[in-house]
């Protein structure tokens, strides 16, 4: 299932977004690296293609000729959103916001 990586809403469609095309959910960017296959944030310049330039900013638009939309099984979604939601909390406890 191809999902934002901001919201986890399913993208629908048969083609992969436009450079400017966002999420109708969240209005996050649909066409940058961390919806990429590619990306991976324990390889080099968080990116497994060796060709590709590198992006500064993994959630804004990429131009990149090899995305390619990752698929997300609603399991990895859920942790996913886990995940951040524990991090966010752990940082609300840190700089005590109520």
Do not use: I, Y
């Not at 992969?16 to 959910?25: D, I, L, N, T, V």
């Not at 390619?68 to 940082?91: D, I, P, W």
Request: aromatic residues 6%; glycine residues 8%; positive net charge.
């Amino acid at each position: 299932m191809q999902c934002c990586h901001h919201c986890g809403a399913e993208w629908d469609r048969r083609r992969k977004p436009g450079f400017g095309e966002r999420c109708p959910a969240c209005d996050a960017h649909l066409r940058c690296c961390l919806n990429c296959r590619l990306h991976d944030p324990h390889a080099a310049g968080q990116c497994r293609s060796s060709t590709t330039e590198r992006v500064r900013d993994k959630d804004r638009p990429s131009f990149c000729e090899e995305f390619v939309f990752v698929e997300r099984t609603g399991k990895e979604r859920s942790e996913e959103r886990g995940r951040s939601e524990t991090a966010r909390e752990k940082l609300g406890r840190l700089f005590n916001d109520d």
